[in-house]
């Protein structure tokens, strides 16, 4: 069975993170891969490292045909049972032929880009049934949940990030966007004096997430951190993590936190409502909330008995549903379906 990925994607990302891992995981499983993605080096090396040969193309849009000669030359090549096509811009680019073309979608995207495809993989089961509600035959609709990167990380010194050593640290991770509910987030620390935030990520938010923060007189207590690739250590000092998204389709976020064994308090967005048992695994807050949100993490970070089995819990939850493990036989078993 072979699998060509076509990616689109930006330099860096959460989408991008996770695609170069599936492919990874794919790789140790034993498919053989090929991809055809943005001319980054850092991730043509690390995707042949990987042992998924790729091929860069621009993804220009549809008027693009150099990428579209590519595109076949890269399948007429490679001769792939399945090309799966991560978001919509590939998905639109990629050729008909003789192949399954799956396309993956981790939100509620145009559909009209994924016309072509034959399947559709989606990471929740909320998104699966919008998909169904925008047409598309529920027999080609297939949810494929994410993983987390599981490798264990030293935890990063707290000086290192202006921190001092017996501070509580609550950490959220992702894009500075209005949906990502940060300005929830500072809000709620207004209310919660002792605590220090870590905020990872970059965005078209930062400047005013700033100001907000000195406003509110607690700019001492927030680290902006921009983008990070040390998520794993990031979460290994972290107290608690938390997601107060106003939309969020899946939340990596919540993977990350429980395959590193850390408490999760989350806005109840689709995605971390539907990962989520409330009280058993994580703790979910109404959205845009920030007195509701305060007092969640008030109450995790200070019932140290409640902290430890939100952790068990959670541990348990990701093993048993989306380990890379799992998910991985999963892929393999629906790409052996398509293809037989």
């Not at 264990?152 to 894009?175: C, D, K, N, Q």
């Not at 870590?198 to 983008?227: K, N, V």
């Not at 019932?303 to 549903?321: F, I, K, N, P, W």
Request: charged letters at 25%; proline letters at 6%.
């Amino acid at each position: 069975m072979r699998v060509l990925h076509a990616m689109a994607g930006a330099r860096r990302g959460g989408a991008e993170a996770f695609f170069a891992r599936f492919v990874r995981a794919l790789a140790r499983r034993g498919v053989e891969q090929r991809a055809l993605v943005r001319a980054e080096p850092a991730r043509l090396a690390a995707l042949s490292t990987a042992g998924a040969p790729a091929d860069a193309a621009r993804f220009g849009g549809p008027f693009d045909l150099v990428t579209a000669l590519r595109f076949a030359r890269a399948i007429r090549r490679f001769r792939p049972a399945i090309v799966m096509t991560w978001l919509g811009r590939a998905s639109a680019a990629c050729p008909r032929g003789r192949f399954v073309h799956v396309g993956r979608l981790g939100g509620p995207y145009d559909l009209r880009r994924f016309r072509r495809c034959d399947h559709l993989v989606v990471n929740t089961r909320g998104l699966g049934d919008w998909a169904v509600g925008q047409g598309w035959p529920a027999a080609k609709v297939h949810v494929l949940g994410n993983f987390a990167d599981e490798a264990p990380a030293p935890p990063i010194a707290r000086a290192a990030l202006a921190t001092p050593e017996r501070a509580r640290v609550v950490l959220a991770l992702g894009r500075l966007h209005p949906a990502k509910g940060f300005d929830v987030l500072i809000e709620a620390v207004v209310r919660l004096p002792d605590i220090v935030v870590w905020l990872a990520g970059e965005g078209p938010l930062q400047g005013p997430l700033e100001d907000l923060a000195r406003r509110r007189g607690i700019a001492d207590r927030i680290r902006f951190l921009g983008w990070r690739d040390d998520a794993g250590a990031l979460l290994a000092s972290a107290d608690v993590l938390v997601c107060p998204s106003r939309r969020e389709p899946l939340g990596n976020v919540v993977l990350e936190a429980w395959a590193h064994g850390v408490p999760v308090v989350a806005a109840a967005a689709a995605g971390p409502a539907e990962l989520i048992t409330p009280e058993a695994d994580g703790v979910l807050v109404p959205i845009d909330d920030p007195d509701a949100l305060a007092a969640a993490l008030r109450r995790v970070l200070g019932d140290a008995s409640h902290a430890r089995s939100l952790v068990a819990a959670g541990r348990r939850t990701y093993e048993q549903e989306h380990s890379e493990a799992i998910v991985v036989e999963r892929a393999v078993a629906l790409f052996r379906g398509l293809a037989a």
